[in-house]
């Protein structure tokens, strides 16, 4: 049985930084495309950022390009998301996923399986 927890929400001020870990278990990690997804209270859930199975390939929505960085410790079974520069709009539960699927530019979060329960990310103004 696959589980992803992630970890590393906490309020923080705009321009601040976090870190954020997610910690797979229950699969073979290095099969997984992995990826972070956000949603905002009555908004849909949207895609963050996605990294490949070797960690070598990755993909960011345009909104956090330059911000933030997603990448993974194959021999941890984890996989991290470094947000710098937050802005409020930043604000939202965000999701670790896991998928079969090679890794693409466009992944909607039905390309994804399995899930984590969320982590609360808060940035104030």
């Known amino acids: 049985q696959v589980r992803l927890v992630e970890s590393g929400g906490e309020l923080v001020q705009a321009g601040g930084s976090l870190r954020l870990s997610c910690a797979a278990s229950?699969?073979?990690?290095?099969?997984?495309?992995m990826g972070w997804f956000r949603q905002a209270p009555g908004k849909e859930r949207e895609f963050v950022a996605a990294?490949?199975?070797?960690?070598?390939?990755?993909y960011y929505t345009d909104s956090v390009k330059g911000r933030f960085t997603i990448s993974r410790d194959n021999a941890k079974n984890t996989v991290y998301l470094q947000m710098n520069s937050l802005k409020p709009e930043d604000t939202a539960v965000y999701y670790c996923?896991?998928?079969?699927?090679?890794?693409?530019?466009?992944?909607?979060?039905?390309?994804?399986?399995?899930w984590g329960q969320g982590t609360q990310v808060t940035v104030s103004s």
């Open positions: 229950g699969l073979t990690f290095t099969t997984y495309t």
């Open positions: 996923a896991a998928s079969r699927t090679r890794l693409r530019s466009t992944m909607p979060p039905g390309d994804f399986g399995s």
């Open positions: 990294i490949s199975w070797g960690g070598g390939s990755t």
